[in-house]
């Protein structure tokens, strides 16, 4: 018989799976709570579920059970985990200390379709979709490390890791929901960041399935020509559909959208660029994260040029936008933002 995977099951195919083997209904939510709140890996950590029935459990289920392969740490306190599947794929996830928060960078593939120019991940190709599981495992094992190496468990998490989160929609928003569910780990959908390259009809879906947490758009350049040269996606989806998907994503949920925004040397730092920046930014609210490039292995772009950098803040500022200009954690341990490649330190 195919065993299939328990934290792929949904409630109602455990609620009937449990029927079925006539156990009675509270033992569901017994099995849901070791899943999911206690994040066990195997069915005899579930202790008060008769040894027989973790028997039956075990003939008809597996677990997609993620394991740290190697931990890298930054002179700043990053760290990056480098997990492993079952199957032998990897992927990374990242836990970035700051003043008064820790924030967890998790994947949501092994690997990437959309070859960004500006991002190693790109590079890699695309392997697989992560499952459910393999999502939430990475939240959990960065939550236990937060709580041994800093003291806490996370304040924050954003979904901005290998992979496009909304190419892997279903398993994404499940994964979401244990972390934020009471019978899960409870965690606060206003704390937590899905970054999206832009794939605009999945962010008309995000709005009507009316998420609660954050958006984020990987912009780095409100010129479509400029833009469809570093991430490719955008000749699928150029600047105007994204537009109107943000506006209808606007109008449904009422939340303040943030743009990420590189900044690469004669490419997108102009002053030209910054007015585009801020006439594109008018569709609703929002915040802008300016990020200074890391330059990374075989390179083609370099940061920009501090003046220049500042000019382009000036601008935006004289336009009342909020920004922030974020400087790249991790750098030294391949961590930061577009170096996630699964390169051991
Ligand atoms: S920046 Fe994001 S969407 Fe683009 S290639 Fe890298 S992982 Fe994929």
Not at 98 to 118: E, H, M, P, W, Y
């Amino acid at each position: 018989m195919n065993k299939k995977c328990i934290r792929d099951l949904s409630i109602e195919d455990l609620t009937s799976f449990c029927k079925d083997s006539g156990q009675r209904p509270f033992r569901v939510r017994q099995i849901l709570y070791w899943l999911w709140r206690k994040g066990v890996s195997d069915f005899d950590q579930m202790s008060d579920i008769s040894k027989e029935f973790r028997v039956t459990l075990e003939n008809n289920f597996y677990f997609d059970n993620i394991k740290v392969d190697s931990i890298s740490r930054s002179s700043d306190k990053t760290t990056k985990f480098l997990f492993s599947s079952t199957d032998n794929k990897y992927f990374e996830g990242v836990l970035i200390p700051d003043k008064d928060r820790v924030t967890a960078c998790i994947s949501t593939q092994a690997g990437c379709a959309l070859n960004c120019a500006f991002c190693s991940t790109g590079k890699m190709g695309f392997i697989r979709n992560l499952s459910v599981g393999e999502i939430f495992g990475q939240v959990f094992e960065l939550n236990q490390n937060c709580k041994k190496d800093f003291g806490r468990y996370l304040t924050n998490i954003v979904i901005m890791g290998m992979g496009e989160p909304l190419l892997n929609y279903e398993n994404t928003i499940k994964a979401i929901e244990h972390v934020t569910n009471n019978d899960g780990l409870g965690f606060s959908p206003q704390r937590i960041t899905l970054s999206t390259a832009g794939i605009a009809p999945k962010i008309k879906n995000l709005a009507d399935d009316n998420i609660k947490f954050n958006l984020s758009i990987s912009l780095h350049s409100a010129d479509n020509k400029i833009r469809s040269s570093i991430m490719p996606i955008n000749k699928k989806y150029d600047l105007e559909t994204l537009s109107t998907a943000l506006s209808y994503f606007y109008n449904k949920t009422g939340k303040r959208i943030t743009y990420e925004y590189l900044l690469l040397e004669g490419i997108n730092n102009s002053l030209e660029d910054a007015e585009k920046l801020a006439k594109f930014t008018k569709i609703s609210p929002c915040k802008i994260n300016l990020i200074e490039y890391n330059p990374s292995d075989s390179d083609i772009f370099s940061p920009s040029n501090k003046q220049k950098q500042q000019s382009f803040i000036d601008f935006l500022e004289s336009k009342n936008l909020v920004v922030t200009l974020r400087k790249s954690k991790g750098q030294d341990i391949n961590a930061a933002c577009g170096q996630l490649a699964n390169k051991k330190q």
